[in-house]
């Protein structure tokens, strides 16, 4: 192998058992494992962490969830009534949010956050060397074991 070969781990957490927070910490941890694996067993393979990027229909589903999460926060902190402007009445939850602003935008904000990660989040975690696929956790539906990893890289090394 030369030094210019190099595995590409790409990660991005998705599972829904688990926090996102908690889920990419995770397959960070993971991550880091494979790297160690690779710089003990492989040190002229350089190792490359990135997130395989989510659908462009659910990356515009979060950016619109993000404009309206911001439009409300800030409807709800200056008093204004959105509804009375487009003439339509005013339902009950917005008249309780403006008179709960502070609780109200702590419950947007936390919520909105909570499915715009979730929107942005792939499961992926996408082995691959010189843009040769090894592993995909995608088509697996799981990670491979330090063993399956390495006999992985043993195969691709051997038959180049």
Not at 43 to 62: D, M, Q, R, Y
Not at 96 to 115: D, E
Request: hydrophobic share 40%.
């Amino acid at each position: 192998m030369t030094s210019r070969e190099h595995t590409s781990l790409s990660s991005s957490a998705s599972d829904k058992s688990m926090s996102n927070d908690h889920a990419e910490g995770m397959y960070r941890n993971v991550f880091e494992q494979f790297s160690a694996v690779v710089r003990t067993h492989y040190p002229n393979i350089t190792v490359i962490g990135e997130n395989h990027p989510p659908s462009p229909l659910k990356s515009l589903f979060a950016r619109i969830l993000l404009i309206i999460k911001l439009t409300l926060i800030t409807c709800i902190a200056l008093d204004q009534n959105i509804f009375a402007f487009i003439n339509i009445s005013t339902p009950r939850a917005y008249l309780w949010a403006l008179q709960n602003k502070i609780h109200a935008c702590i419950v947007i904000f936390f919520l909105s956050n909570f499915v715009e990660s979730t929107l942005k989040s792939t499961g992926a975690f996408e082995i691959s060397i010189d843009n040769v696929q090894l592993w995909s956790k995608l088509e697996t539906g799981r990670l491979p074991s330090n063993d399956e990893f390495l006999q992985v890289l043993q195969t691709y090394t051997n038959s180049k």
